[in-house]
Structure formats: C-alpha cells, structure tokens
C-alpha cells in the first residue's frame, strides 16, 4: 500500500527562516534609519542656515529635495526589489543612505548637502522593502505582529530622532554631527543585513516600465514641489505694497 504524498501548500514556502526574531529586528532597525534620516534633520535647520550663512528659504531645500527624490525613487525601487533580489536592493539602498550621510558630514557647501540629501532621499524605500521580505519569510501567524513591530519602530524613531539631535546639537555644535551618527548608524545597518537578511532570487518575471516610472516620477514630483514651494513663490511674485 503506497504511502500518501505530503501535499505541499504556499506557506510552506515562508517556515524556512530558522531565526525569525532576529530577522524582525533586524528588519526593524531598518526601518529606523528611515525615521532618523528624516526628523534629525529638521531641527538642525536653522543651524545649518547659520553656519553655511544661507537663507532659510534656501536651506530648505534640503528638506524639499529629499522629499522630492522619495517621491520620485520610491515606486521605482519597489519594483526592482520585486524583480530582483530583494536583499541586493536593500544593500543598495543603504549604501546610496551611506554616501549621502558621508557626502553631508564632509561638506560645507548648500548645494552638495541638497545633493546628499537626494541620496539619502532613497531611504524612503526602505520601509515597504522591509514589508515585503517579512511576508516572504515569516509564516502567516506571525506576520501580522511582525509588521506591527515594524510600524511602531518606525513611529518610535521619529520621536528618537528629535531628542538624539538635541543632545548633539547642545551648545556650539556643528550640525556636521547628525551626518556623522546617520553615516555610522547605516554602515552598522548595511553590517546587520548582510549578515542576517536571506538572499532569494528574484520574485516576478516582469520588466521595469521605465517610461512609466519616468512619468510617475515627474508628476509625483511636481506635485510635490508646488506642495511645498508655491507659497513661497507666490510671495515672490507680489509686488510690494507701497504706503499712501
């Protein structure tokens, strides 16, 4: 009598991972590096207009371009996560992170701190990556409590980001610290993932709509900019009221 055939289903696929907790931390700490990237930087502001002696308005630019390179690189790099090798575009978001950090901490130019910030501005990304290498890895029962962790770390960082940079900037500080923690937080991430992270090959045997992206990126990015600085430009163009 033949025995009967073990029937195997797509969640069998997701019990492979032997260290789940670990994976989840990781993971999570991932998703902190999002947060820290985007609220360490606001408080600064001022003093980053102080000591490169520029404008506000200027300056804030470097909040404005990363927003606008999120806007524009987010869908693209979920796409190639989903076509290629999830952990390879994870490292190299996190290197893209790296150099924006190192690019920021060196220089004391406005116009390469807002390239840096475009860099760093990929980060974004890093979050919906993290989603989706816990649904493949993770069984079902554990998923849901899983991507909770994840969600409240990244809720989490954005308060850690605010005190941390207090207690930098205290005193006379240069606002180069912050880029220095960033740069050092994310060569111990890139450290973490390579270490911890499965690599799977790819998960879709579609193309990347370059075109489409290219369109979506322009109009998220518009957008975007009118968002954040029409107000401004609208001031500009009034003229100035003359008193009678």
Known sequence: MSKPQAVHTDSDT????????????????????????????????GVIADQLHASSVDVSWAVTANLLAAAATTPLIGRLADVYSKKRVLLVVLTFVLGGSLLAALT?????????????????SLYPIGVSILREELPPDRLMRAMAVLSGTLGFG???????????????????????????????????????????????????????????????????????????????????????
């Open 14 to 45: 997701t019990t492979g991972y032997s260290r789940p907790g670990l994976l989840i931390a990781t993971l999570s700490v991932v998703a902190l590096t999002v947060a820290v990237l985007q609220t360490g930087v606001v408080p600064v502001l």
């Open 108 to 124: 004391s130019s406005l116009p390469l701190l807002i390239a840096a910030r475009v860099l760093q501005g990929a980060s974004f």
């Open 158 to 244: 954005g308060g850690m980001g605010l005190v941390v940079t207090g207690l930098l900037m205290r005193g006379d500080a240069g606002y180069h610290r912050v880029f220095w923690l960033t740069a050092a937080f994310a060569a111990v991430v890139i450290t973490a993932v390579l270490l911890v992270v499965p690599g799977r090959p790819r998960t879709s045997d579609g193309a990347v709509d370059w075109t489409g992206a290219l369109g979506l990126a322009i109009g998220l990015s518009a957008a975007l900019l009118a968002i954040t600085q029409g107000n401004g430009w609208g001031g500009a163009r009034r003229a100035p009221s003359v008193a009678r």
